[in-house]
């Protein structure tokens, strides 16, 4: 016999199936993770994007209005502003009909400062699920008291409610006015303040609707 040993080297050739299974688990894992966490992320953007076109929309309402409300003038020595309740697919809105010098002229040889009949009220969109809100622009040498047109311009989409509140000048708060009512306190007067209430919808979350809110004082003459 040989004194020498004799040594028997095994070289494997690949991976075993063990082995692949477990790598492909692991990378299906982490692919996976990788997958909700982009998914997540992309949901975030796209959350913060929507607010960011919420609040804008909110910011042009609620500064359009304070502007046309801002430029309230007398007609024959009174006032014109009424506010109603609509009933509009089994939900409740405010509207707000007012006499104003804040007409919106897109024509080149536009006049500024001309008189107008402005009014806010929402509309149901054809689709049938959402409401816009609308901004009416009428002008003419006298209010459009009995003229109530539906057309206008949407100036803020998905909106969940619109209120308004008044004050007059004792400080009395009301969820109406009427400066074409015999009362005493309203009849061809302006309030002193108005506060606008606008809700808008929540996607997200149906039962916690994005709110606004805002108080406006009227001009000095107009509290005589």
């Given at each position: 016999m040989s004194g020498k040993n004799t040594r028997h080297v095994f070289c494997p050739s690949g991976f075993t199936l063990l082995e692949i299974l477990i790598a492909i688990f692991i990378l299906s894992v982490v692919l996976t993770t990788a997958f909700v966490s982009y998914r997540y992320s992309l949901r975030i953007v796209h959350d913060i994007t929507y607010e960011?076109?919420?609040y804008k929309m909110a910011r042009?309402?609620?500064?359009r209005m304070i502007k046309d409300l801002s430029s309230l003038q007398k007609s024959e020595e009174a006032f014109f502003l009424q506010s109603e309740e609509n009933i509009i697919g089994g939900r409740k809105f405010q509207s707000l009909t007012f006499w104003s010098a804040a007409h919106l002229d897109f024509d080149?040889?536009?006049?500024?400062?001309?008189?107008?009949?402005?009014?806010?009220?929402a509309r149901k969109n054809e689709s049938g699920e959402s409401f816009s809100?609308?901004?009416?622009?009428?002008?003419?040498?006298v209010p459009a008291v009995e003229k109530r047109d539906q057309r206008g311009f949407v100036i803020c989409e998905n909106?969940?409610?619109l209120n308004f509140k008044f004050y007059d000048a004792g400080g009395g708060e009301t969820e109406f006015w009427d400066s074409l009512s015999s009362s005493s306190g309203q009849k061809g007067k302006a309030p002193v303040a108005v506060k606008i209430e606008i809700?808008?919808?929540?996607?997200?979350?149906a039962e916690k609707p994005y709110k606004f809110m805002t108080t406006t004082f009227l001009p000095a003459g107009t509290r005589e």
């Open positions: 960011q076109e919420i042009i309402s609620l500064d080149e040889k536009a006049v500024e400062q001309r008189p107008t009949t402005i009014s806010y009220f809100l609308i901004r009416n622009d009428l002008p003419g040498v909106i969940y409610t809700a808008l919808v929540n996607k997200n979350d």
